[in-house]
Nanobody, 126 residues
Framework: QVQLVESGGGLVQAGDSLRLSCAAS?????????MGWFRQVPGKEREFVAA????????YYADSVKGRFTISRDNAKSTVYLQMNSLKAEDTANYYC??????????????????WGQGTQVTVSS
């Protein structure tokens, strides 16, 4: 059974940095064809943040985070990271990790992902 567990969220000030982690278990980590981060604010749709395909397959970012956030994976630790720099108040949301073992035609589309974590809250005060 696949489990994704996020950590690293918290309360920070605008301009600060945070690194989110998503630890995966239940499958060989390299078997995940794509992994992504999405975020959601209460009352709004969940939105894409960043994604990456299996090694060398490409990375993708929402325009709103491009240049500030970096997604990476460590296969040895079965973990995907989201380094968030220059945080803004509008980055405040619950951040979810997602994964799929099958080919994701559009890695930015949440419907391509089958496995989801429980989320970690990021709050940025201005």
């Amino acid at each position: 059974q696949v489990q994704l567990v996020e950590s690293g969220g918290g309360l920070v000030q605008a301009g600060d940095s945070l690194r989110l982690s998503c630890a995966a278990s239940g499958r060989t980590f390299s078997s995940f064809a794509a992994m992504g981060w999405f975020r959601q604010v209460p009352g709004k749709e969940r939105e894409f943040v960043a994604a990456l395909r299996r090694s060398g397959g490409g990375t993708y970012y929402a325009d709103s985070v491009k240049g500030r956030f970096t997604i990476s994976r460590d296969n040895a630790k079965s973990t995907v990271y989201l380094q968030m720099n220059s945080l803004k108040a509008e980055d405040t949301a619950n951040y979810y990790c997602a994964a799929t073992m099958g080919w994701a035609r559009d890695a930015t589309n949440q419907h391509e992902y089958y496995y989801w974590g429980q989320g970690t809250q990021v709050t940025v005060s201005s």
